[in-house]
């Protein structure tokens, strides 16, 4: 019904509207409404990087982190987008380049918004995954994964594998371990002009997904190259809300002090 209301608020107003189904489809657009949760705005962020195409996030799911305005304030927000009373937050994102070992397959190429994972691909066993940073060979990881997040991405699955809340404005690569079996667990901050490659090394195969989606299965010897990408993400924002305040209402922690256990 959002929709359908949506489409017609927009006729009436005289502003010409359509449903995305692909990149192509923002082009020449103003403003791109996504209509969901956090899911549902990867997705149309997705389609709009390539044109650069603002996305106003209406959040319809639970947490909702992406998103800037709840159902009963889209119309609102409509009109005071086209009254240009709205600012445009850019976040970076990561260009993600898969390597196969097929000379005759072209390297295929993603952008990622949240995060790109190495994970394997069966459960029981873990992936030995070599990762070299700006072409120096640092760490062989035996683990259930790796991920590598912007700083958007640090409050997704990033945060679930007790990755650091890095605020959405700074530039910079978070690598994750998930469930590492050896000492070294922590995930690291890398410069974001720093390059990461994922090499799978002598074992299981893994799994590649980009922002929650299945993207390749990666096999012995065949690698992920991740760097930061010229595109960003553009958000449009209503009000001026500051990083903690945001994370602080949607993990429920508004009503606490921020050392309370």
């Known amino acids: 019904m959002a929709r359908e209301n949506l489409l017609a608020w927009c006729l009436a107003q005289g502003h010409e509207a359509k449903i995305l189904g692909a990149p192509t489809d923002s082009l020449g657009l103003d403003i791109v409404v996504s209509l969901g949760g956090d899911g549902t705005m990867l997705r149309a962020l997705e389609l709009c990087l390539a044109y650069q195409i603002p996305v106003l996030g209406v959040n319809f799911g639970h947490l909702g982190y992406l998103t800037e305005v709840e159902p009963e304030e889209l119309i609102e927000s409509l009109e005071r987008f086209f009254a240009g009373d709205f600012e445009i937050e850019e976040r970076m994102t990561l260009d993600v380049r898969v390597r196969k070992l097929n000379s005759d397959s072209s390297d295929m190429r993603f952008v990622a918004v949240n995060e790109l994972v190495v994970e394997k691909s069966h459960s029981g066993n873990v992936v030995k995954l070599g990762v070299t940073i700006a072409n120096e060979p640092f760490l062989d990881y ?28 700074l530039r910079a690569m978070i690598v994750t371990p998930i469930s590492p079996h050896m000492l070294f667990d922590r995930a690291m901050v890398l410069e974001p002009n720093e390059s990461v490659e994922i090499t799978v090394l002598n074992g299981p195969d893994a799994t590649l997904m980009v922002d929650g989606a299945n993207r390749e299965i990666l096999t012995f010897g065949e690698s992920v190259v991740c760097k930061t990408s010229l595109l960003s993400a553009r958000l449009v924002k209503l009000e001026a809300r500051d990083f903690r305040s945001v994370l602080k209402a949607k993990f429920g922690l508004a009503n606490k002090d921020m050392g309370e256990f």
């Open 142 to 169: 035996e683990a259930d994964g790796l991920i590598v997040s912007t700083p958007t991405g640090s409050t997704a699955y990033s945060f679930s594998a007790r990755g650091p809340v890095v605020s959405p404005m």
